[in-house]
């Protein structure tokens, strides 16, 4: 369990601290941050960067930071947070590549980072018996001892 702790650890610092940068970028130069035209952004409800930065330095950034101190801290919510954050990395890179009408190599990388950080967070609510695996594990519990009696 230590290693997914500590990947998970990893994984928000490394995600929270690009999310940070990326979102300042867009919140800084709305309309050619890092490079990305705003031009880009004809398939999205958006006309510059402005707000998708903000969502991306608040939720993605600063979420992340928190998720990398809440591990820290060991907090019994860290499977939540974790796979409450590993989600909206996923949606976030769907909604991005649907917007922006392209796929990048960081898509996917971040992608996957999302994908694993769900996994990584879920087997540690089950390995705690946390809520609703609890349920799942004490049903399936019961009916292997069902089984065994019958």
């Known amino acids: 369990m230590k290693l997914v702790l500590h990947t998970l650890f990893f994984f928000h610092l490394y995600v929270g601290i690009g ?12 309309y050619d941050p890092l490079g990305v035209s705003a031009e880009s952004l004809v ?13 991306l330095f608040g939720l993605l950034g600063v ?8 591990l820290r801290r060991r907090s019994k919510y860290t499977g939540y947070v974790s796979a409450t954050l590993g989600g909206a990395l996923v949606i976030w890179i769907i909604v991005q590549c ?23 967070a879920t087997r540690l609510l089950v390995a705690q018996r946390m809520f609703p695996f ?3 594990v ?13």
Do not use: C, E, W
């Open 43 to 55: 398939n999205s409800p958006f006309s510059s960067f402005l707000i998708p930065g903000i969502i």
């Open 19 to 30: 999310a940070l940068f990326g979102g300042a970028a867009a919140m800084i130069n709305p």
């Open 98 to 120: 649907l917007m922006l009408d392209t796929v990048v190599f960081l898509h996917v990388l971040y992608g996957i980072i999302g994908l694993i950080q769900a996994i990584l």
């Open 63 to 70: 979420g992340n930071i928190a998720g990398a101190l809440a």
């Open 134 to 136: 609890n349920l799942l």
């Open 138 to 150: 004490d049903f399936l519990n019961h009916r292997r001892d069902n089984t065994r009696d019958a």
